[in-house]
């Protein structure tokens, strides 16, 4: 019973690298997202997708590019990384009946 | 603009007794709310929901408030229990209005339930 899997758990990158989350959900749900949690900023969404073949930009999308590959994975990317984006990034989804998101456990992402 | 915002960075409370946690927001078209749980070196959890056309909602020991007027929700633990110590997340979207599937959170609030 996997629910949201993220990979990697961690990154270290330097300043001007490029990178891609990976995120995956077997539970056949329609929407998917990434947040990056910020200490004193909660939870903020950077993109999401609704179904497969749409994306939409969320509150924080500069930096970073997604795609929905496929219903089950949601990759997010960094082309060249910044300091700024040393966060922990969070994918979830969500089917389109129920209103909860369902998180993966993080990836915690250093930018040096 | 932060439009859900917990201004308690932090609530300890002991073991037995409430704990309640506040969120305000500023968007009167968010028509949903929910309450997420966090473990650190977790993923955020589901708690329990709300919805706008509803002023309560109880599961256990864990109760939501909604008052529309203020825009203002409240989550109530009781009795609380250490196992609850987390960092907790009021969320709100505006998904039956408009159909959307953002949600917003807001900053968090660290809950240390102590004997």
């Known amino acids: 019973n996997a629910g949201v899997t993220q990979t990697p758990k961690f990154q270290v990158l330097k300043t001007g690298q490029s990178m891609t989350l990976q995120c995956a959900q077997d539970m056949n749900h329609n929407s998917m997202y990434w947040y990056r949690q910020d200490p004193g900023m909660g939870l903020r969404l950077i993109y999401y997708s609704a179904s497969e073949g749409t994306t939409d930009k969320g509150e924080v999308p500069n930096g970073y590019n997604v795609s929905r590959l496929n219903k089950r994975e949601f990759s997010l990317r960094l082309e060249s990384a910044a300091p700024s984006q040393t966060s922990v990034y969070f994918c979830?989804?969500?089917?389109?009946?129920?209103?909860?998101?369902?998180f993966g456990s993080g990836t915690q992402l250093s930018v040096l | 603009d932060q439009q859900v915002k917990q201004n308690s960075p932090s609530l300890s409370v002991q073991e037995g007794r409430i704990s309640i946690l506040n969120c305000d927001y500023t968007?009167?078209?968010?028509?949903?709310f929910l309450w997420y749980k966090k473990y650190p070196a977790e993923g955020p959890t589901f708690l329990i929901s709300i919805s706008s056309i509803k002023d309560k909602n109880e599961d256990g020991r864990f109760t939501v408030f909604l008052n529309k007027s203020a825009k203002h929700l409240s989550l109530h633990i009781v009795p609380s229990q250490p196992g609850d110590s987390a960092v907790y997340f009021c969320a709100a979207s505006a998904f039956t209005s408009y159909n959307t599937d953002k949600l917003i959170f807001g900053t968090g609030t660290r809950l240390q339930v102590f004997p």
């Open positions: 979830a989804s969500r089917d389109g009946t129920g209103v909860g998101l369902f």
């Open positions: 968007n009167s078209m968010f028509d949903y």
